[in-house]
Structure formats: C-alpha cells, structure tokens
C-alpha cells in the first residue's frame, strides 16, 4: 500500500489543529508531518501558539526564509539601505510582493535588530548568515530550513552553520535583542 504523506504552509494554529480535526472526521489516512511557515530572527511568530501545537502533534517545521529574504546577511546595512545591485531584493524586485511587505528594509526596529544580530554574528567570529542559519537549526522542532543561494560562498556559509554549536550566552544576546525588538517582521 502507497504512504502518503501531507504537509501544510503558512499555518496559524487554528487552522493547524481544524485541519487535524477535519482529517480525523474523514478518516483521512495519510498523515500530516509538517507545516512550512517562515522562521528567523526577525519573524519568531511559530513560537507563539504554533510550536506547541507541533510539538504536541508530532509535527516538524519547514523554516522558510531563515535569512529574511537576505537581510539577516547584513548586506544591506549600508547607508542606502538598498545592498549590493546583485542582492536578492534588487534583482527581484516587485517580483516578491509577500516578502517585501513583511520585510520592510526601511523599518527602524528592523534596521536596529539586524544591526544587533550583526553585531552578536562579529562578537564570536561567524558571519551574520551563519548566525541567523544555526539559530533556525537549532530549534528542536525544525526538521529542515528552507533558503536561497545564488552563490557557492552563501552556500559554504550555510552549510557551516549546520556545523556549528550556539553557546547559550549567543542565544542569551539573541533573546535579549528578540526582546527589544519582538518580530519586526510578522
């Protein structure tokens, strides 16, 4: 007999445990494993509600945009605030619409907590994208994070951090800025 298996995106935990329900009332018998919803520094709302509801169901997560569609990469702290020409957000733009409104680059608390996360990143020696991978990987309920390359070296810096260990007193400094600054890009 063929398994099948079901996966949902851009879940509330509402609609998570109505789904839940609804397929228990059907009889459905493929199961779910995962939800894909976005997680990263700047967008922590899978922990309000949501985590619990994986955890209680046996759910994963599918963490898309670890990166923040490349700001958690500082390169766009410039003082332009529109990064390199060759930036993800520059060569796509308008082709985005849900990204660029949730990331707003010209956000004072996103600008500060990216300078913050940038600065933890420089305090122990690893890039800022290293930093906003292996805090996304290291959450126990995280089976695998979604991003982009378009260059070998972003995918090195990835790949280090599924390497890397996070000290607590690096997610000490994390929750500290995530305090200040609670999801500035919901």
Not at 3 to 27: H, T, V, W
Not at 29 to 49: E, H, M, P
Not at 130 to 152: D, E, N, Q
Not at 153 to 164: H, T, Y
Request: a positive charge; hydrophobic letters at 40%.
């Amino acid at each position: 007999m063929l398994e099948r298996y079901i996966g949902l995106s851009n879940e509330a935990p509402y609609d998570l445990m109505k789904f839940l329900q609804l397929s228990k009332d059907f009889q459905l018998r493929s199961k779910l494993l995962t939800v894909q919803n976005s997680y990263n520094l700047l967008c922590r709302n899978f922990d309000s509600g949501l985590a619990e509801c994986c955890h209680h169901e046996r759910i994963s997560l599918l963490a898309y945009s670890p990166m923040a569609m490349g700001i958690l990469s500082g390169k766009y702290n410039s003082s332009d605030d529109c990064g390199p020409p060759e930036a993800r957000m520059n060569l796509f733009n308008g082709r985005y619409s849900e990204g660029e409104s949730q990331y707003k680059l010209q956000s004072p608390k996103v600008k500060l907590a990216v300078k913050e996360y940038t600065q933890i990143a420089a305090k122990y020696g690893i890039s800022p994208a290293t930093l906003a991978i292996a805090f996304v990987l290291r959450h126990p309920l995280v089976a695998l994070a979604v991003f982009g390359a378009t260059k070998s070296w972003q995918l090195c810096e990835v790949l280090q951090a599924a390497r890397i260990h996070l000290p607590e007193e690096i997610r000490v400094e994390i929750n500290d800025v995530h305090a200040r600054y609670p999801n500035p890009c919901p």
